[in-house]
Every structure is written in C-alpha cells, then in structure tokens.
C-alpha cells in the first residue's frame, strides 16, 4: 500500500479557508462586530469548548448561514467571567467557510489559569447556546474530577452518559477517549432496533463512510444528540481518536474494515481525519494538517495527562489467530505465533514511544495519567475458552474453569486436563495492547526506570474494567482503569448473556484474569476519575438504559489507587 506523505494530507486540506482564530490579549477585546456586518446563521450543533491549557482554550461552533449561497460567514464571539456576560473578558470576530463544513474555532490565549469562563458566538440575528469552560490550575495540587468517555453509537442508543455527566458541576474536564463516531451504514454493528427508538441513520448519510461529506455528516447527526450537545456546552473536552472515526480496526496503513475495492485507506484517512480536526474542539500540536494527534496537558503539580494515539500514527497491523490455524487440520501454530508476538512489533511508533519516554521522564507530577484507546492490562483468557465451537458454550466454559480455579487455588487436587484449562491461557484481543507486548515492557520499563506513578485509563472494548500493569517479571507498574461504552453493545451482546449471567461471568473474571480486579459486562456508561495529592480514584456510573431519553443511574462501582 501507499506510504501516506505530507503532499497527499496538504492537497486534501488545499481548499480548506480560515482554520483557527488566535486571539491574543494584546488585541483586548476586538470588537464583535456591529450585527449588520455578521452573518446570517444558525447554531444547530451546539457549542463546544477543548484543550485548555493554564491560559489558553480552544472555543468551537458551527454556524450555517441562512442564505445557502453565503459561501463566507463572519461571526462574533465573546468570552465572559460571568454566565449572564456582563463581564466580557474577550472578544472578537471571526469566519468561516463551506470550505470546512462551517465550523468555527477560536483558541484564546493568554488568560489567566484555574478560571472558569463562559463563551457564545453571535450571528446578525442569532445566538449561539452559551458554553461554560475552565482553564487548567498552574501549579499546585488541588484535587480534579474527569469523566472519561468512549464509543458513543448514534444508532445503538441515546447518549445517556454524556447527559449525566452534563448535570455534574464538578467537573474539570471530560477526557474521550475516542470511538467518538462509528463509520457502519444502516443495516451495520450495532443498528439493530435502531428505527424504532428514533435513531436511525438519515437517508443522506446511510451508507458506511468514505468521504469528507460522508464523515462531516456523521459528525453532524451525532451532535444532534442532546446529552452530547449539553456536555459539550458544559465542560472542555481533551479528545483522542480511536479506530471507528476511520474504520473498524485501523493501523497505520489500513484497517479491517476497508476494503481494497473501497477505494484508497489513505485518502479515506485523510477525509475522516480532517472532518475529525473541523468537528471536535482540538487543537492538533502539529497543526489541523497534521496527522499527529498525541498531546499533553498539565494540571498543576497534581496530574499529567498524556494522549495517545495508538491507531494511527505508527501502529503495525494487528496480528490475527485464524492465520495461524492450519485450514485443514485446524492445528494452531504456536511455534510460529509466539515469534510473531515476540517480535518489534510497534502500537505507537518509535516517534510517539520516544516522545512518551521524553514526557514521563520529564514529568514531575504527582500522577502520569495516560489517556490512551485501548485495554494495556494483561487480558489473558483461558485458552479452551477459546476452543468451543460455538459462542453460547463460551460462558459456562469460562465459569466452569473459574470453579476449577478456585478448587486449585485451595490446594485441591486436579486432573491433568483440568490443570492444563486453568493454566493454559492467552490474550483474547490481539488488537489491544495483548498483540504488541513487546512495546508494552518498552513502556513499563521507561515508567519503573523514572520511578512515576502511572495511571492508564482506555475504552474501546464498551465494558468496564480495573487491573493491575504488572511487566512480564511480575513487578507492579500501576493501575489501568477502563471505561464502559456510552451506547455501544459489550460483551453481553457478544456472548448473548441476560443480566445475570453478565454479572456471574464478570465476578468470575477475576479469578480466572490474573491481573483483573473488576469488571462490568453488560451496562452503558462513563467514568469519574478522582486525583488527589493522596490517590486516583476511579468512579464508574451505569445507567438502566439508552433505548430511550428516559433513564436513571442504577450502579456506581468504585476503586482506589494509592500508588506504588
Ligand atoms: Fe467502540
């Protein structure tokens, strides 16, 4: 395949008009215009608010003009101290275009940190919503409260979690950790049911994405989602893509889920990355022409969060099981497998692995928190788990094992196939950090040697779960705490499980997981992390439902991190 160059990423973006407004406070308060000379608009997906730093945030809307013929947009802004604006702190002008799908960012600097600010754009007749933002403490170790996201699917459901956190006041930023869209079409994963409930896809935008105008029309419809749009309005959001705002599990040069008679993975990319960069509130280090998307941000002396992307800067193509299954004996080659897995694969890049090295040796923080897509801990499954023929067999076989390890773990005797289903164990998801092991000591190594206290946070498997990182030789490295979905199906749809089971299954789990501490199968939701000077704290809350706009919160979990 193609390698991607900066050529081919440039000529995608060669129509693209004004990108980001920088305002300084050199140039005070710009005016907003006078209202004749604004544009004729509406604010129909919201306003939004990302990236903060100790003095700057990125300020986005998206503002179509009345007049479908208007090609150019020119609209006013202001910042506030207060929610009823009269303090306006800033405020200026700025434009907008066809050019990037109307969408309007404006990065706010020099402010002052720890502030809390309020923000709305102005057309010649029309508001925006008005948005409410912070900026990051400087220095210090005042406790914060994230709430961590991933995998919000439009047909799936109601983003019920996003609308809980959105009634939180006490919350300094919402961390997603990618999944932020799905590219199926209407008859794709997760569509099942989805007429019924309201939330089928639109005639205009019903088919898997390929396109600029395919991927900015997914984004649009998300954004009609109500929690979604009252979230955004309510907190800064720090962003990372994971595979599905391109395609089902993508690496550097392709994914799963494209085809080679679907056209070019790289032009695709460029299409779902740019319409990525004009919809969500981020402001990319290496510029919206830039594929580079991992970041840090500074939250006083207390937490340092890194972002990573572990899709598309530098991963290597997943590895697969079938391709080591014999097709006609059905003999799985181990030999050949595990020196494939022992072998340099990478998941970041050596660019973004050193970048990460750089980053946590440098870090004096209290806390290295990694935002990053997927699970790091060890998810090793019994092997003949693995082996049933078919799915149903899989729980019972699981929670059968579970008993015989238990029964081994109380010095009973066992025999030698009954041993050999407790020991014999593998990774259950290759695409996860399990398929590149190699890279994941590098990381835990560089983490031990520096002596920092890691905390991971991932999402993409649309199930809750807490373990222990512990390198191959056993040594503690940190904690992982890992999201439920927002509306996407878990393992309780992939295994067909009813309430109960899902909750037998997920208490046996960790018996049978030598690093797993907890884990939630069947229920949709989000996560509040806690850091304070003495621990992180991870908060997971599920709601009843996402069938509907109606739901509650029915189960909160719990658990403490004090460091190492
Ligand atoms: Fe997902």
């Known amino acids: 395949m193609k390698q991607f160059n900066r050529r081919d990423f440039l000529k995608l973006f060669a129509a693209?008009?004004?990108?980001?407004?920088?305002?300084?406070?050199?140039?005070?308060?710009?005016?907003?215009g006078k209202a004749s000379?604004?544009?004729?608009?509406?604010?129909?997906?919201?306003?939004?608010?990302?990236?903060?730093?100790?003095?700057?945030?990125?300020?986005?809307?998206?503002?179509?003009?009345?007049?479908?013929?208007?090609?150019?947009?020119?609209?006013?802004?202001?910042?506030?101290?207060?929610?009823?604006?009269?303090?306006?702190?800033?405020?200026?002008?700025?434009?907008?275009?066809?050019?990037?799908?109307?969408?309007?960012?404006?990065d706010v600097t020099q402010l002052s940190p720890n502030q809390r600010y309020y923000y709305r754009f102005l057309g010649k007749n029309s508001k925006s919503p008005s948005g409410k933002t912070q900026t990051l403490p400087e220095s210090?170790?005042?406790?914060?409260?994230?709430?961590?996201?991933?995998?919000?699917?439009?047909?799936?459901?109601?983003?019920?979690?996003?609308?809980?956190?959105?009634?939180?006041?006490?919350?300094?930023?919402?961390?997603?950790?990618?999944?932020?869209?799905?590219?199926?079409?209407?008859?794709?994963?997760?569509?099942?049911?989805?007429?019924?409930?309201?939330?089928?896809l639109p005639d205009n935008n019903n088919t898997e994405l390929f396109t600029l105008t395919d991927y900015r029309r997914r984004y649009a419809l998300y954004r009609t989602d109500q929690g979604l749009q009252a979230l955004h309005a309510h907190a800064p959001f720090i962003a990372v893509w994971d595979d599905h705002e391109i395609s089902n599990d993508t690496w550097k040069n392709g994914a799963e889920n494209h085809q080679e008679d679907e056209g070019s993975f790289i032009e695709r990319r460029a299409a779902a990355v740019q319409a990525y960069y004009e919809w969500l509130p981020i402001r990319p280090p290496q510029g919206e022409a830039n594929l580079t998307i991992y970041r840090d941000f500074k939250f006083g002396d207390l937490v340092d969060l890194i972002?990573?992307?572990?899709?598309?800067?530098?991963?290597?193509?997943?590895?697969?099981?079938?391709?080591?299954r014999d097709v006609e004996s059905g003999q799985f080659n181990t030999q050949k497998f595990q020196q494939d897995m022992s072998s340099d694969r990478s998941i970041m890049g050596k660019k973004q692995l050193q970048w990460l090295v750089n980053k946590l040796n440098n870090s004096s923080a209290r806390w290295q928190v990694l935002g990053q897509q997927l699970l790091m801990g060890k998810m090793n499954f019994p092997a003949a788990a693995f082996a049933a023929d078919d799915r149903s067999k899989v729980t019972p076989l699981l929670l059968q094992i579970a008993e015989l390890k238990k029964r081994l773990q109380n010095g009973e005797e066992l025999t030698a196939q009954q041993k050999a289903m407790v020991t014999q164990v593998t990774p259950y998801n290759l695409d996860a950090w399990d398929g590149y092991p190699i890279e994941r000591e590098m990381l835990y190594r560089a983490a031990q040697k520096a002596n920092k206290q890691l905390v991971v946070i991932a999402g993409d498997t649309h199930n809750a779960w807490h373990s222990e990182l512990r390198s191959s030789d056993g040594a503690?490295?940190?904690?992982?705490?890992?999201?439920?979905?927002?509306?996407?199906?878990?393992?309780?749809?992939?295994?067909?499980?009813?309430?109960?089971?899902?909750?037998?299954l997920a208490k046996a789990?960790?018996?049978?997981?030598?690093?797993?501490?907890?884990?939630?199968?069947?229920?949709?939701?989000?996560?509040?992390?806690?850091?304070?000077?003495?621990?992180?704290?991870?908060?997971?809350v599920f709601v009843d439902t996402i069938r509907s706009k109606d739901y509650r919160v029915v189960n909160k979990h719990r658990a403490r991190y004090t460091g190492s």
């Not at 005042?142 to 109601?158: D, H, I």
């Open 509 to 540: 789990l960790p018996t049978l997981i030598e690093d797993l501490k907890y884990t939630n199968l069947h229920q949709r939701g989000y996560m509040n992390l806690f850091a304070s000077e003495d621990a992180v704290e991870a908060e997971w």
């Open 37 to 106: 000379e604004r544009s004729s608009v509406k604010f129909d997906h919201g306003v939004a608010s990302g990236d903060p730093t100790s003095n700057a945030i990125l300020l986005w809307t998206r503002a179509v003009p009345e007049n479908s013929a208007e090609k150019q947009v020119t609209l006013g802004w202001e910042l506030a101290a207060d929610e009823n604006f009269s303090k306006i702190i800033r405020s200026g002008t700025a434009t907008t275009s066809a050019s990037r799908d109307y969408t309007v960012k404006v």
């Open 16 to 32: 693209t008009g004004a990108a980001v407004t920088v305002s300084t406070a050199l140039q005070g308060c710009v005016s907003i």
């Open 140 to 200: 210090g170790l005042r406790p914060l409260k994230f709430a961590v996201f991933s995998c919000s699917n439009y047909p799936a459901g109601y983003f019920n979690p996003y609308s809980e956190a959105a009634k939180d006041d006490s919350i300094d930023a919402v961390i997603h950790l990618g999944d932020y869209i799905y590219e199926y079409g209407a008859d794709g994963y997760a569509t099942e049911g989805s007429k019924e409930i309201g939330r089928g």
């Open 476 to 504: 503690h490295i940190g904690v992982e705490f890992a999201t439920s979905s927002v509306s996407s199906p878990g393992m309780e749809t992939y295994l067909s499980l009813d309430t109960k089971t899902a909750e037998q």
């Open 307 to 324: 972002m990573l992307d572990t899709r598309v800067i530098g991963r290597d193509k997943q590895l697969n099981y079938d391709d080591y």
